[in-house]
């Protein structure tokens, strides 16, 4: 086994949590979040939706299958991840496999770290940690390494950022050939988003984050996931307040979902450690269907704020918080949560065939 090098997770609140290092060897800060999946990591790397911010994993094993080929579909998307790089600042663990088996495995999940400049640590009791990030609230932290001192790097403050503007396309892409032309504000999409939209009927035109789309012909409106803040993307909200002057179908995942409330004059407010895994329950208001859903995200859309034109769709069953809206009488809606959930679970799929049997 190769020599490996002690490094430090630092919180905010002065916690600290020593472990060793398996991913490339520099010093970062980032907001500290845990995720409860199973699986998935190599999807949690690459979302965009982690911009800034260092993943704790508190299922114990992680690595054993390691990382897929870079492979990309006939839409130019990454095959087997959610866009081209790794987006968060560091991953924690508590026990990382130095060997993976898998049938599309290409390499380990340390040199994919390493590749990408991505700082990994092991060793770490992540279920105290994701305990204790519980009970006093998601917060910053640094990771460091042996002999470095704790004040040479800062806490970074990456709420405060417009971390969108980031992680959005620069320029206008289109996919497909078909009829219907659905426009796609990219806030930080997953790629795999971007292929459940792809039909034979549709053609998705990918715009910026501060686009001013009313200038396309359109059938249909997405507004996607993303990172940090909802409330520093003035631009996209005052562009889906126009839209909402029309009639023509509009749908919000996650971010998109926040942009919307905003647009429709809610209120978003910081959950406590907000919801970061593959088994968050949710509720369908008016069926009282239940779904096990995927998410990631920090904030939350406080439904008591919307106006009467809005009802609260679905519902987190675990702290009740809103998990969707929709407009009582045009086609609006949106979910907190992703639909299409790489890597899992596919419960809530049908929300896309709904979205598009409404263009």
Not at 79 to 91: A, K, Q, R, T, V
Not at 198 to 204: G, L
Not at 219 to 225: A, P, R, Y
Request: hydrophobic letters at 30%; glycine letters at 8%; a negative charge.
């Amino acid at each position: 086994m190769q020599a490996v090098r002690k490094a430090s997770l630092i919180l905010q609140d002065g916690s600290r949590y020593d472990g060793y290092s398996f991913g490339y060897e520099q010093s970062t800060s980032g907001e500290v979040v845990f995720n409860t999946a199973m699986n998935g990591y190599n999807e949690s790397l690459t979302d965009p939706s982690y911009k800034g911010q260092i993943m704790v994993m508190t299922y114990p094993l992680v690595g054993n299958y390691g990382v897929p080929s870079r492979e990309k579909d006939s839409y130019g998307l990454p095959l087997y991840m959610e866009s081209d790089c790794i987006h968060m600042n560091g991953i924690i663990v508590s026990d990382y496999s130095q060997e993976y088996s898998h049938w599309n495995a290409q390499e380990s999940l340390s040199d994919y770290l390493k590749e990408e400049k991505v700082v990994g640590i092991a060793g770490i009791d992540t279920r105290a940690l994701a305990k204790h990030i519980r009970e006093y609230g998601t917060m910053n932290g640094k990771i460091i390494f042996d002999n470095e001192k704790e004040e040479s790097i800062p806490f970074a403050e990456p709420s405060r950022q417009n971390l969108v503007a980031e992680v959005s396309t620069k320029e206008v892409i289109t996919y497909g050939q078909g009829k219907k032309r659905i426009v796609l504000v990219d806030c930080g999409v997953k790629a795999n988003i971007i292929r459940k939209l792809i039909t034979s009927e549709t053609t998705v035109i990918r715009v910026p984050w501060d686009y001013d789309f009313h200038q396309l012909e359109y059938e249909g409106l997405f507004i996607s996931n993303g990172p940090g803040s909802p409330e520093v993307c003035n631009i996209t909200v005052d562009n889906i307040r126009k839209a909402y002057k029309q009639d023509k179908p509009i749908w919000g995942i996650c971010m998109g979902h926040q942009l919307m409330a905003l647009a429709a004059g809610g209120k978003i407010y910081k959950l406590k450690h907000g919801h970061h895994s593959h088994n968050q329950p949710v509720r369908r208001t008016r069926s009282n269907e239940c779904f096990i859903t995927s998410q990631n995200h920090n904030f939350a859309v406080d439904s008591s704020s919307l106006g009467t034109d809005w009802y609260e769709l679905y519902t987190n069953l675990n702290d009740g918080s809103n998990e969707g809206i929709s407009h009582k009488s045009k086609p609006f809606f949106s979910t907190q949560f992703h639909p299409e959930a790489c890597g899992g679970p596919t419960d809530t799929m049908f929300i896309f065939d709904e979205f598009l049997c409404s263009l």
